[in-house]
């Protein structure tokens, strides 16, 4: 039998906020999969539920306010009932997660290196040096200048655009089997945007990595998803193979989504990218 190139599967994933009286839906049923090597670009109006999406495949939803029911599997391991410690494990070796807030990913009072090597060595063998090294190189991959200078810094005294480079830097240095990505070049300008997509793009042809890009930017999702789902009110409406769903979309949302993008910047953005 062929062994099946999925390294993520999702199926039939509902999401729900508890209220005191009743369960509110937020994400129905939801069924999608990622290969090795592969981008699925989610895409969707504000609050349609792309994040919720996000931080219940990461397990990261508080089980007291909301419950997840059906299937996340990484490899064809159950991730959904796993528990705390084990997915800690999961998060951050095999699952890189960069999320929209930098600032949230990192505690005040310890320096960027403090945090970066911390990390690295909660996941693998590495020495401090080895894993210093691994920090400055991964900094550099995504366009920080003075990394070595960075490592000795506190949060606050990076932008939010470096301290996003950062979290990326961290997020990809251990090589994770799935980056799931939120808007990760909202906070950054044009040539950052393109030094992290680049990168992203890189990670998944060289590493073979599967890749869940969320984006506002649609040129962004043309550029490097392969598939692309569209999400409106907490329910995929139409996923397809990214030339299907931009040449001829099907769901009037999707047609929607595409005659609301704004049409230069994405022509520009596109043609830098390929280079
Ligand atoms: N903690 C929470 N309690 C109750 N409802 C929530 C909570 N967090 C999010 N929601 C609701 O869930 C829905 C989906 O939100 P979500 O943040 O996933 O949207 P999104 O598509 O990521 O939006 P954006 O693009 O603005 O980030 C929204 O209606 C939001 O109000």
């Given amino acids: 039998m062929e062994k099946s190139r999925s390294v993520l599967q999702v199926n039939n994933l509902n999401v729900k906020v508890k209220s005191e009286r009743e369960e509110l839906p937020l994400v129905h049923d939801l069924n999608f999969e990622i290969e090795a090597g592969k981008i699925l670009g989610l895409v969707g109006e504000s609050g349609s539920g792309k994040s919720i999406t996000c931080m219940s495949l990461l397990q990261l939803l508080d089980k007291k306010l909301m419950s997840v029911e059906g299937s996340v599997q990484l490899h064809g391991r159950e991730l959904n009932g796993l528990k705390p410690k084990e997915m800690r494990t999961i998060r951050g070796k095999e699952v890189g997660f960069i999320m929209q807030n930098p600032m949230n990913a990192f505690t005040p ?5 403090q945090q970066f090597i911390e990390t690295i060595r909660t996941h693998s063998n ?4 080895e894993a210093f090294d691994l920090a400055v190189s991964s900094m550099e991959s995504v366009n920080l200048q003075q990394p070595s200078k960075l490592m000795g810094m506190y949060p606050f005294q990076l932008s939010g655009g470096m301290l996003q480079r950062v979290m990326i830097a961290i997020s990809m240095c251990l090589r994770p089997s799935l980056v799931i990505a939120d808007e990760p070049t909202t906070a950054l300008d044009v040539t950052n945007q ?6 992203l793009d890189r990670l998944r042809t060289e590493c073979g990595t599967a890749i869940l890009l969320i984006s506002h930017d649609l040129g962004v999702i043309s550029e ?3 598939d692309v789902a569209v999400m409106r009110e907490g329910r995929i409406v139409e996923n397809a193979d990214v030339f299907q769903l931009f040449d001829r979309p099907k769901h009037e949302y999707t047609k929607q989504l595409l005659r609301a993008r704004p049409l230069l910047p994405v022509i ?8």
């Avoid at 590495?126 to 040096?129: A, E, T, V």
């Fill in 224 to 226: 490097l998803a392969d």
């Fill in 268 to 275: 520009e953005h596109r043609e830098v990218v390929i280079v």
């Fill in 109 to 113: 009072v310890y320096t960027i290196g």
């Fill in 126 to 129: 590495l020495s401090k040096r």
């Fill in 194 to 199: 393109l030094q992290v997509l680049n990168e």
